[in-house]
C-alpha cells in the first residue's frame, strides 16, 4: 500500500488541456485513473505498469488522454487534450503495489482531484 497524491485538476475550456500528477511514496506494481461523475458509475481511464510502462486504455478514452509515468519521481501523469464538459468529474488515481494482481485489483487510492471543463 502507497499513499497517492494527486493534482493538477481545475477548471478549462472546452478544448483545453490538462495534466493530473498522482506522486506516490513508494513503488508500484502499476498505476491507474479513474474518474467520477456525480450520480455516475467509476470509470477507469487508464494504467500503466511500471516496471515497462505498458499502458491500456478504456475504450471510452478516444485517445484523448495519455497516461505516463517518471519512476524516479514515482509519479504517474494523464494528460487530457480537448477537454469536454463530459470530461468534468472527479478525477482518481489508484495503485496496486502487489504483482500480478487480479486485473481489477487497487490496493491504494488517492483523494481525487476535481475536473471541470465548461463550454
Known amino acids: 500500500q502507497v499513499r497517492l497524491v494527486e493534482s493538477g485538476g481545475g477548471s478549462v475550456q472546452a478544448g483545453g488541456s490538462l495534466r493530473l500528477s498522482c506522486a506516490a511514496s513508494?513503488?508500484?506494481?502499476?498505476m491507474g485513473w479513474f474518474r467520477q461523475a456525480p450520480g455516475q458509475e467509476r470509470e477507469e481511464l487508464a494504467r500503466?505498469?511500471?516496471?515497462?510502462?505498458?499502458?491500456r486504455y478504456a475504450d471510452s478514452v478516444k485517445g484523448g488522454c495519455t497516461i505516463s509515468q517518471d519512476n524516479a519521481k514515482m509519479t504517474v501523469y494523464l494528460h487530457m487534450n480537448n477537454l469536454k464538459p463530459e470530461d468534468t468529474a472527479m478525477y482518481y488515481c489508484?495503485?496496486?503495489?502487489?504483482?500480478?494482481?487480479?486485473?481489477?485489483?487497487?490496493?491504494?487510492w488517492g483523494q481525487g482531484t476535481q475536473v471541470t471543463v465548461s463550454s
Open positions: 500503466i505498469y511500471s516496471s515497462d510502462g505498458s499502458t
Open positions: 489508484a495503485a496496486e503495489t502487489v504483482a500480478g494482481s487480479g486485473y481489477d485489483s487497487w490496493g491504494s
Open positions: 513508494g513503488s508500484t506494481y502499476r
